[in-house]
């Protein structure tokens, strides 16, 4: 067997996702296992090498006939450097992950920051293939966001462009976890949306939603659908929200596609629906008649086969 196969590894705060992944976007052999945050630095990274052990481990594929390794984490990070910088929900400061593994395997190793990855990952083997430039717009507890542009992924100067949940939608709008106000994160994402649905119970407004003990984005949906009124206004609004931060994005990038990922692009069409209105309101008809505005395709395993097409991306494999 050559080097035919890539590793790609989903460093998240709670689990890290692992699989070997072949040059045409199969999942061979995968490995689930938490992630211990709160244990530290060193013991997070002793369980990502960890995890590459298990997964060669479980295969037949062995470590030579792997050309590549890559690592989606969340940002702030430096791709170039292969450093995580800091970030909330994991114990790195400063820490350069790539350097370890690069060493033990001595296997090429990269890393990215996770909506980056994701974007690598529908642009090499989901909804955006064979596009030249592309946005990709993740709406789940945050927001985040990449892009492929001219057919390569665009970074930025410091490695964390797009960092569209931090958009700023309405200046006079909630603070966001940033320190900012009004950033899309805090007005459309999933959080957002549990969020008003909490916040309308509090004010006693007659709602459905009062029949649940735990109200997240799915719940306000869910009865949005059923003809809640309540429920409704908050996810127009909302979603007119994510459709002004990807109107504006249109509008910046001129791409082709947009694809939406994350936890609330489930909630299907109308999401598509009210997103495509306010593009086709908010920017010029040239820019929104060529802009397909699509889901996201890889789902569950966007992380890992993201990751695994970082590794490709870098090699030049594809
Ligand atoms: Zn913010």
Do not use: W
Not at 7 to 24: C, P, R, Y
Not at 50 to 75: M, W
Not at 149 to 168: F, K, P, Q, S
Not at 244 to 251: F, G, M, P, R, Y
């Amino acid at each position: 067997m050559d080097k035919k196969f890539v590793i790609g590894i989903d460093l998240g705060g709670t689990k890290i996702n692992t699989a070997i992944v072949d040059f045409q976007g199969n999942i061979i052999e995968q490995i689930n296992i938490p992630t211990l945050a709160s244990e530290g630095e060193n013991v997070v990274l002793n369980r990502v090498i960890q995890t590459i052990d298990e997964v060669l481990n479980k295969s037949e594929v062995k470590i030579k006939n792997i050309r590549a390794i890559g690592i989606g984490a969340p940002g702030p990070l430096n791709s170039k450097e292969g450093t995580i910088i800091t970030t909330p929900n994991l114990p790195f400061k400063n820490f350069n992950i790539i350097n370890p593994i690069k060493e033990i395997y001595n296997v090429n190793t990269y890393l990215d920051n996770d909506a980056n990855v994701a974007a690598i990952g529908e642009h090499t083997f989901g909804a955006a293939k064979g596009s030249n430039n592309m946005i990709y717009v993740t709406v789940s507890t945050g927001i985040g966001g990449g892009a492929i542009l001219n057919g390569g992924i665009y970074r930025g100067n410091t490695c964390n462009a797009l960092e569209v949940g931090h958009m700023t939608i309405d200046p006079k709008g909630p603070l966001c976890n940033c320190g900012n106000y009004g950033c899309a994160e805090v007005l459309a994402s999933g959080t957002a949306i549990a969020r008003q649905g909490r916040q309308a119970i509090e004010k006693k407004a007659i709602t459905s939603l009062t029949k649940y003990s735990n109200i997240t984005a799915y719940e306000v949906f869910k009865e949005a659908k059923n003809g809640d009124k309540v429920c409704n206004e908050i996810v127009n609004k909302s979603l007119n929200y994510l459709g002004i931060c990807i109107a504006n994005l249109v509008s910046i990038f001129d791409p082709e596609v947009v694809i939406i990922g994350g936890g609330v692009s489930k909630a299907g069409e109308i999401v598509f629906n009210v997103v495509k209105d306010v593009v086709k309101i908010r920017c010029f008809q040239i820019l929104s008649d060529s802009c397909r505005i699509l889901s996201a395709e890889l789902n569950a395993n966007s992380g890992v086969i993201g990751a695994a097409s970082l590794a490709l991306r870098e090699e030049n494999i594809l």
